[in-house]
């Protein structure tokens, strides 16, 4: 990231969001966060916003590589144990001090937050116990050998303990506390939207605005801007449109069509960069009579070959070439290749319509069946062109297929109602190493480990779970590496889930900003700075 200048130093020449409110940067959003409730939704849009009120043990960067948060260094000190050295002098907004017992209460929140769509407890089902040696001193400790407790720590943010919680001790079967935890309403409103981070909350109103404030008290570099306010603007016309008239600084996701015109402005800058999100289709693996499915008997995609046909159907070239514009990479796995457990030579399932034929009529579907393909029409990069695109493919190979998009929001509660029996999504590894979405996506659903959370195919292959659980246990890199290969590989052989392309995410704004694109797609003020 370039270096920072002054506000004051350049206050003079800068004229963002009007010349009265220079101070105050105002960025447009794709997507709404569905709540401040740092642990409610494990979604990008909800992790991004968290950020600015809350924050970590452990951050990360932009490349997700892990660096001090409020932790300043942590070491396995046993095989089944990590020590963290909390950071000194650190306040939450309403200046008590951060300690131990905020660590504890929020490992005792994680998994007691009512209808949370995605949990946080997949991050934190390692911890078997919880030891506090002194004030500035926390001991995780874990059943067997568990290398990537820090990076699964950078995921989660702490929250303030109430003034009686002292003493807590942390169980994972239910930690004995006699109060209630918060609920996510009052984090929306205020009330519990109390973190340790560079920004305070200011003011959240549905569809219109969230409002954060600077933190005068932050313990590290203090950011820029005394005020941040995030517009949902999830049409992709007014996005743009609000940036060329200059009612917003800074827009995430510029649809790709407008990009030359963008780049061409000479008051405007465009940054990209490689995500580590894929946008992937899930297939109900699960029920004998699946929804969405018409035409025939039963539930084709217990079927291999139905689901290696369906991906051969699939043009991903084309896809990236003309949906995305070329701003996008055919996926062969969950996790690009450059990232830590996959495989560097990973290929995309070739586009083979014929074959998808052949394999269709093998499994007794030469006439195919009617199907219904859910998709969101306002959560990824062109996610309804998409599904249009590869409804038109699965067509060609003979399954008459019609898309139903719908708004995100509704999408997901469809979706974790198992209301489709394909769907399109995404995912972004909360981690940048490919257990992320093994874990998630694929893993056998188990609430006790929280392995599978958001696997609503429900695909299950124990001999994948053994090595993905093997993988987990092992501390030496380069062999836990090799495992995280072996399982990927075994859902790729299996066709568990369909990859189609890793996201390459741009951002436009002002020419005096500049913003370094990261890979976990976030949009963070706090990576905003006066150029």
């Known amino acids: 990231m370039q270096h920072r200048t002054t506000l004051m130093a350049a206050a003079a020449a800068l004229a963002l969001s009007g010349a009265a409110q220079a101070q105050t940067l105002t960025i447009g959003l794709a997507a709404e966060p569905s709540a401040l409730d740092p642990h409610f939704h494990n979604l990008g849009p909800n992790n991004a916003m968290s950020r600015h009120i809350f924050e970590s043990l452990v951050q990360q960067d932009e490349n ?88 699964e720590i950078s995921t989660w943010r702490i929250l303030k303990a109430p003034d009686d919680a002292e003493g807590l001790t942390y169980d994972p079967e239910g930690c004995d506390y006699a109060g209630a935890y918060p609920a996510t309403a009052a984090f929306n409103d205020g009330t519990e939207a109390i973190g340790t981070g560079a ?78 999100r894929v946008i992937y289709l899930h297939m109900d693996q699960f029920e004998d009579d699946t929804p969405g499915v018409s035409g025939v008997d039963g539930n084709p995609f217990k079927d291999k070959r139905v689901r290696e ?110 209301e489709f029996s394909i769907y399109l999504a995404g995912w972004g590894s909360g981690t940048g190493e490919m257990s992320s979405p093994l874990r998630a996506l694929v893993a056998c659903r188990d609430p006790d480990t929280g392995y599978g959370g958001t696997n609503r195919g429900r695909y299950c292959n124990p001999e994948m779970d053994a090595i993905l659980k093997q993988a987990l246990e092992t501390v030496d890199d380069e062999a836990r590496a090799e495992l995280l290969q072996q399982a990927s590989a075994i859902v790729m052989d299996d066709y568990g889930i369909l990859p189609l392309h890793f996201e390459v995410t741009p951002w436009a704004f002002k020419k005096e900003l500049s913003y370094t694109p990261r890979a976990d797609q976030y949009t963070l003020a706090l990576g905003v700075s006066l150029d």
């Open 309 to 418: 046909a369906l991906s051969h159907a699939i043009n991903r070239e084309a896809i990236v070439e003309r949906i995305m514009g070329g701003v996008a990479e055919p996926a062969g796995e969950l996790l690009p290749p450059v990232m830590f457990g996959a495989d560097p030579d990973a290929q995309a399932t070739p586009y083979d319509p014929e074959l998808a034929r052949e394999l269709l009529a093998e499994a007794g579907y030469a006439d195919g069946f009617e199907l219904v393909l859910g998709s969101p029409n306002d959560r990824y990069i062109n996610d309804e062109k998409i599904a249009q695109a590869v409804a038109q493919m699965f067509a060609q190979a003979g399954i008459d297929t019609t898309v139903d998009a719908v708004t995100a929001s509704v999408f997901f509660s469809r979706r974790n109602d198992y």
């Open 64 to 151: 997700q590589n892990l660096q001090p948060g409020l932790a300043t260094d942590w070491e396995p000190t046993t095989d089944t144990s990590w020590t963290f050295n909390l950071r000194d002098g650190v306040t939450f907004h309403d200046g008590s001090s951060f300690g131990p017992e905020d660590v504890i209460w929020t490992l005792c929140r994680i998994p007691n937050v009512p209808d949370s769509p995605s949990s946080f407890e997949v991050y934190t089902s390692a911890i078997e116990s919880v030891e506090v040696p002194d004030p500035s001193t926390v001991v995780f400790n874990t059943a067997a050998p568990y290398p990537l407790l820090p990076v």
């Open 199 to 276: 920004y305070t909350f200011g003011e959240f109103v549905k569809g219109d605005r969230i409002v954060v404030n600077r933190n005068d008290d932050y313990w590290g570099e203090a950011p820029d801007f005394e005020s941040v306010i995030f517009r949902p603007i999830t049409s992709d016309g007014p996005r743009v449109a609000a940036l060329l008239a200059g009612d917003v600084d800074l827009i995430e996701k510029p649809p790709l069509q407008d990009l030359p015109r963008l780049n061409d402005n000479a008051d405007l800058e465009v940054a990209q960069g490689l995500s580590n």
